[in-house]
């Protein structure tokens, strides 16, 4: 069975300090996809990034980068300099591959950036 | 991205009555779930709304409970029966194309509160 770990239920940071996100996940299959979303308080559900179990690289967009471990089943999510927009709740979820896309969530980490 | 929207955004409804909540896309899309988010708590999936025929439900969800309607590719309901407390959470519709590098997209949700 799929399973989604997000140890950390909340952090807080001062205001542009980095952040680390932590996701580790299981699962049998050897083709899966990772997902990190973005919920904040307004509740809806955005969509961040979607890593394939094939692609290992670590990917950077702005802010915000992935670190992607096949060895350790992880796939942590770095915010640099952080802002009191990035407050919010992050999950992590995975899918299954081959048309399956249900996906299985992480508890999710709340983030609070203070100012 | 396709455009998702629902409705209600949000409602307050009493013990014991039924809510209908409604899923539209901007365009036509393969794939429709609906999820629970019950308060401080991850996303659940309830069921698959596939169209012409049965939602495919989760363990724990029952068509009794959250009878589901697919008419076609760009609309979706769920109905949330005979409600109590318990169910109060939010409900997210998301919508992909069936592939397996496709995305999950959300729509903003329903806020439902039983009381």
């Known amino acids: 069975a799929q399973k989604v770990t997000q140890a950390q239920t909340e952090i807080s940071v001062v205001e542009k300090e980095d952040v680390t996100l932590d996701c580790v996940y299981e699962?049998?299959?050897?083709?899966?996809?990772l997902f990190w979303y973005k919920q904040p308080p307004s509740g809806e559900l955005v969509f961040l990034i979607r890593r394939n179990s094939f692609d290992e690289q670590n990917e950077i967009s702005g802010r915000y980068s992935w670190n992607f471990q096949k060895s350790t089943s992880s796939f942590n999510f770095t915010i640099t300099a952080s802002q009191v927009v990035d407050s919010a709740v992050y999950f992590c979820a995975l899918s299954e591959s081959f048309g399956n896309e249900k996906l299985t969530f992480g508890t999710g980490t709340r983030l609070t950036i203070i100012p | 991205s396709a455009v998702i929207s629902q409705k209600p955004s949000r409602d307050i409804c009493q013990r014991g009555t039924s809510l209908t909540i409604q899923c539209q896309v901007d365009?036509?899309?393969?794939?429709m779930f609906w999820y629970r988010q019950q308060p401080g708590q991850s996303l659940t999936l309830i069921a698959t709304a596939n169209q012409g025929s049965e939602a495919t439900y989760e363990s724990g969800f029952v068509i009794d409970k959250f009878p589901i309607s697919r008419p076609n590719l760009t609309f979706s309901t769920l109905t949330v029966s005979n409600m109590s407390p318990e169910d109060s959470s939010i409900y997210l519709c998301s919508v992909g194309q069936g592939f397996s590098t496709d995305t999950q997209y959300f729509g903003p949700g329903t806020r439902l509160t039983v009381l």
């Open positions: 365009s036509q899309v393969t794939m």
């Open positions: 699962t049998r299959d050897t083709t899966y996809y």
